[in-house]
């Protein structure tokens, strides 16, 4: 979180967050996104709002519930906060790419890239011959 500028320890990091793969800034918010497609996390300094690809969500307000035991979604009187927190969600989102299994990470002096495996499962199973 300290790349993001934010105040030393005021957010606990869990051992779900290993999911997440990218951190940016967005006005006073914080965006997590997930590795789900449509999956993000809006965090400011009071609260924490979760949006799973399926369309639940999940709202904590850290400044009272630390932990996030308490889920406040779904509560009418929190619904603004909701509102406003999602003005700083992403709109849209990439397409989906090859599962990283499927990849093959080439290296190039100080620079890498990711090209798609040669031949995989299905390649392999076209080249045996059907038994005679």
Same mark, same amino acid.
């Given at each position: 979180?300290q &790349?993001?500028?934010?105040p030393?320890?005021w957010?606990?990091?869990? !051992?779900?967050e290993?999911?997440i793969?990218?951190i940016?800034?967005v006005s006073?918010?914080f965006l997590?996104?997930d590795?789900?497609? !449509? !999956?993000y996390?809006? &965090?400011n300094?009071q609260?924490?709002?979760?949006h799973?690809p399926?369309g639940?969500?999940?709202l904590y307000?850290?400044? $009272?519930?630390?932990?996030e035991? *308490? *889920?406040l979604?779904?509560?009418?009187k &929190?619904?603004?906060i909701?509102d406003?927190?999602? $003005?700083?969600?992403p709109?849209?989102f990439a397409?989906? !790419?090859?599962?990283?299994n499927?990849?093959?990470?080439?290296?190039e002096g100080?620079?890498?890239r990711?090209?798609?495996k040669p031949?995989g499962? *299905?390649q392999? $199973?076209q080249?045996?011959?059907?038994k005679?």
């Open positions: 979180m &790349v993001c500028d934010a030393r320890g957010f606990k990091w869990q !051992g779900a290993a999911r793969l990218l940016i800034s006073n918010d997590l996104c590795h789900n497609r !449509g !999956g996390t809006l &965090v300094q609260w924490r709002y979760i799973y399926d639940t969500e999940e307000q850290l400044s $009272k519930d630390r932990e035991w *308490n *889920n979604a779904g509560q009418e &929190v619904q603004p909701i406003e927190m999602k $003005k700083s969600a709109k849209s397409p989906e !790419g090859l599962e990283s499927k990849l093959k990470l080439i290296i100080e620079s890498f990711w090209e798609p031949g499962r *299905n392999a $199973k080249l045996v011959k059907p005679q």
